[in-house]
């Protein structure tokens, strides 16, 4: 039973910087792609940063975000490094798995079977 679990959200002031990891596991991940999206208040799912063998990045937030991650036999940790935060920033992140999509690396939440419950980042101005 694949498991996706995120932690590190929390509310803060723009211009500060904050961490979010997700820790995924159940199946091999080394195929993988894994990614974070996030959704805001009456907006749609949006692609945030992901990560394969390369990474790729919104525009909004090219610069200022960091993806990485950490294989392990049946589990990976992604994290989301994110500095010079904007209250625009402001949304419930996302941690998913596309599996088998190392190669694509998509940007599209339909392309990703396995969804972490969330967690909430609260940029104030």
């Known amino acids: 039973q694949v498991q996706l679990v995120e932690s590190g959200g929390g509310l803060l002031q723009a211009g500060g910087s904050l961490s979010l990891s997700c820790a995924a596991s159940?199946?091999?991940?080394?195929?993988?792609?894994v990614a974070w999206f996030r959704q805001a208040p009456g907006k749609e799912r949006e692609f945030v940063a992901g990560?394969?063998?390369?990474?790729?990045?919104a525009e909004s937030v090219k610069g200022r975000f960091t993806i990485s991650r950490d294989n392990a036999k049946n589990k990976v940790t992604v994290y989301l490094r994110m500095n010079n935060l904007k209250p625009e920033d402001t949304a419930v992140y996302y941690c998913a798995v596309d599996p088998g999509g190392m190669l694509t690396l998509s940007a599209s939440p339909d392309d990703y079977e396995y969804w972490g419950q969330g967690t909430q980042v609260t940029v104030s101005s």
């Open positions: 159940g199946r091999t991940f080394s195929t993988d792609a």
């Open positions: 990560i394969s063998f390369r990474t790729k990045y």
